[in-house]
């Protein structure tokens, strides 16, 4: 079992940039793959970013692909976030997610809330215009 904590969200203007952290606690982190997920007001939670277990693999949704970098720390069980040229459409709730591998679902399709098994509590991140 894997407890997730997210934080660093908060109220910043459109055009700056935030780093969200996640800290993974239980099973050793490098067993899992990470990833982001977020959802807005009235919306369903979408995926964001996704990161193999060893670090060397990413994969991002369209929307944040360019302007997100998605990172991890094994040695420290940590996950990131890092969230540049933010807009008002980013503002949402963010998750963590973990899943141990081997990986659920394909790697070549945009991973489903499915694919994970391990949630945090999130974290909220809201950009002003």
């Known amino acids: 079992q894997v407890q997730l904590v997210e934080s660093g969200g908060g109220l910043v203007q459109a055009g700056d940039s935030l780093r969200l952290s996640c800290a993974a606690s239980?099973?050793?982190?490098?067993?899992?793959?990470m990833a982001w997920f977020r959802q807005a007001p009235g919306k369903e939670r979408e995926f964001v970013a996704r990161?193999?277990?060893?670090?060397?693999?990413?994969y991002y949704s369209t929307s944040v692909k360019g302007r997100f970098t998605i990172s991890r720390d094994n040695a420290k069980n940590m996950g990131y976030l890092q969230m540049n040229s933010l807009n008002p459409e980013d503002t949402a709730t963010y998750y963590c997610?973990?899943?141990?591998?081997?990986?659920?679902?394909?790697?070549?399709?945009?991973?489903?809330?499915?694919?994970?098994?391990?949630w945090g509590q999130g974290t909220q991140v809201t950009v002003s215009s």
């Open positions: 990161i193999g277990r060893r670090g060397l693999t990413t």
């Open positions: 239980g099973r050793p982190f490098n067993d899992y793959v």
């Open positions: 997610a973990t899943t141990p591998t081997p990986y659920p679902c394909s790697i070549n399709d945009t991973p489903s809330e499915g694919c994970f098994r391990h």
